[in-house]
């Protein structure tokens, strides 16, 4: 078996359902509100379980699982396994590669550093400041310069007039872009995941992973409390981007090495959550199937 917690008590399958149903809540939300039904998330579910087979006995063993192999680790019949082993099409962006996010990043510490940066000439004759000089760092030259002007300006991020581009955002938030939006919440949800789980799995050193919360206050205080948090971040963000601008252009064009760095606040009168609460849970519903 890939892991030595394959092997599991009545006792922890509970636990992990559990764990498991509080995460896909919110997923699961997300996909009725655009109408995506069983049949669709049965078969993501049974891509995703193949792949994250392969991927264990791939980094425990160094080999290429069998079909057998997945099958036994799944739970999924061979016929079904034989069926999934193919390379998927991702259909969506992968934010850590996007040209417009990291041209947009510099951008923002570059008028950190002197306000009147927000707005520059697109091209303009060397050594002056110019959109096509921060596009070309920021993207290492291979993306260029219009193409992410274009897309900046499509997002609403970005002004172009009279030969100039005028920063038009605070943030990288596509809020007008359905795909990028979607695109964003995945890999965001995937590495605040991928970070609990490494440490629930005992990853050494653990990955810095907190938060702090709090219960019975007034939703005015919540908001006070969100507000405060923006504040904070937007310091920090300056702080994180100068330190990864650096280490990008420091690093050599073989580097693979990378890291995301996120803050969240959620907060919701307290009173729905538990009028949402599940009727049954995951142990009621194994106890209530064993033979």
Not at 60 to 88: D, F, H, W, Y
Not at 93 to 112: C, E, N, Q, R, V
Not at 125 to 144: C, D, I, K, L, M
């Amino acid at each position: 078996m890939p892991s030595d917690k394959a092997q599991i008590t009545e006792g922890q399958l509970a636990w992990v359902l559990s764990a498991c149903a509080r995460v896909m809540r919110p997923l699961v939300r997300l996909a009725l509100a655009f109408g995506v039904k069983h049949p669709h998330l049965e078969e993501l579910l049974r891509d995703v379980l193949v792949d994250e087979a392969r991927s264990a006995w791939l980094k425990s063993k160094g080999a290429e699982p069998n079909i057998s192999q997945l099958s036994v680790t799944t739970g999924l019949n061979r016929k079904a396994v034989t069926a999934m082993v193919r390379e998927a099409e991702d259909p969506l962006p992968h934010t850590g590669m996007s040209a417009a996010a990291k041209t947009l990043t510099l951008w923002l510490h570059m008028i950190d550093e002197d306000p009147a940066h927000r707005s520059l000439p697109i091209v303009a004759e060397a050594p002056a400041s110019s959109f096509e000089t921060v596009a070309r760092r920021a993207s290492r030259g291979n993306v260029h310069h219009r193409t992410i002007l274009d897309e900046l300006v499509r997002l609403n991020m970005a002004i172009e007039h009279e030969g100039r581009a005028e920063l038009n955002a605070t943030a990288f938030v596509p809020a007008k872009d359905l795909k990028t939006m979607l695109a964003f919440l995945g890999d965001n949800t995937r590495d605040h995941l991928l970070a609990s789980v490494a440490n629930t799995l005992g990853a050494e050193p653990p990955l810095l992973e907190r938060s702090v919360f709090a219960a019975g206050i007034a939703l005015e205080d919540c908001e006070r409390i969100h507000e405060l948090v923006r504040e904070r971040w937007s310091q920090l963000h300056h702080e994180l981007t100068r330190e990864m601008t650096r280490a990008f252009e420091e690093a050599e064009k073989t580097a693979s090495g990378r890291i995301r760095v996120g803050i969240y606040t959620y907060y919701e009168d307290g009173a729905a959550e538990r009028a949402e609460a599940p009727a049954a849970t995951p142990s009621k519903r194994l106890r209530g199937r064993k033979a």
